[in-house]
Structure formats: structure tokens, C-alpha cells
């Protein structure tokens, strides 16, 4: 089993910035990509970015690239979500999740394929 825990997230102006942490432990001996999603109030579970085990590929939704940057370290077994102009759109609970593969260089996109979810974290942008 394997354990995810999000930290970081809060209230924010628009344009501000926040940084979320997601903590992984338990049975994390293998390689695995890990991603970030988020939920908004009557929405479905969107992808927002997704970063590989070797740390360098990365892919972001297009309503976040430029603005959030995606980051690991593998020694702390810890991914990171780096958000910077913040808008009230990006308010949302964020989901770290985690995707077992032998895939060094790529990570994917889709929730479905990601077997570990965090608790989420709550992060609200006023205008």
C-alpha cells in the first residue's frame, strides 16, 4: 500500500502564488510517475500536470502551462506543484496521485491510469 499525503494549500489573491507538496510513503520501493488533478464544485476531476520518474518529462493542462510547474524528489519521495498567478478559476481541491510504471521518461494524463490518490488539498483564489 501506499500513502499520499498533499500539503500546501490555502486562500490566495488572484495573481498570487502557492506551492503544494505531496508526500508518498508506504510500499514506493518500485518507479513510479506521478500527477496532479484537481476538482472544482460541481465538476469533474480534470488533469492539471504530470511529471515522469526521471523528472524529465513533464506535461501540463493547457489552462495551467506557463503558470504551474510540476517537480520531484525522488530521495524524499515528494512531488511538488508550483503555482504561480493564481487565478479564481484555478480554485479547486488538488489531488496528488500516483501511477506505478517502468517508464522512466513519460507519465500520462488520464486519472484512470494512476493507481494511489491522495486526500486532496483545498486551495480557493479570490478575485
Known amino acids: 500500500q501506499v500513502q499520499l499525503v498533499e500539503s500546501g494549500g490555502g486562500l490566495v489573491q488572484a495573481g498570487g502564488s502557492l506551492k503544494l507538496s505531496c508526500a508518498a510513503s508506504?510500499?514506493?520501493?518500485?518507479?513510479?510517475?506521478m500527477g496532479w488533478f484537481r476538482q472544482a464544485p460541481g465538476n469533474e476531476r480534470e488533469f492539471v500536470a504530470t511529471?515522469?520518474?526521471?523528472?524529465?518529462?513533464?506535461y501540463y493542462a493547457d489552462s495551467v502551462k506557463g503558470r504551474f510547474t510540476i517537480s520531484r524528489d525522488n530521495a524524499k519521495n515528494t512531488v511538488y506543484l508550483q503555482m504561480n498567478s493564481l487565478k479564481p478559476e484555478d480554485t479547486a481541491v488538488y489531488y496528488c496521485?500516483?501511477?506505478?510504471?517502468?517508464?522512466?521518461?513519460?507519465?500520462?494524463?488520464?486519472?484512470?491510469?494512476?493507481?494511489?490518490w491522495g486526500q486532496g488539498t483545498q486551495v480557493t483564489v479570490s478575485s
Open positions: 496521485a500516483l501511477d506505478f510504471t517502468t517508464n522512466y521518461y513519460s507519465s500520462s494524463s488520464y486519472s484512470r491510469d494512476y493507481d494511489y
Open positions: 511529471i515522469s520518474w526521471s523528472g524529465g518529462s513533464t
Open positions: 508506504g510500499r514506493t520501493g518500485s518507479t513510479y510517475a
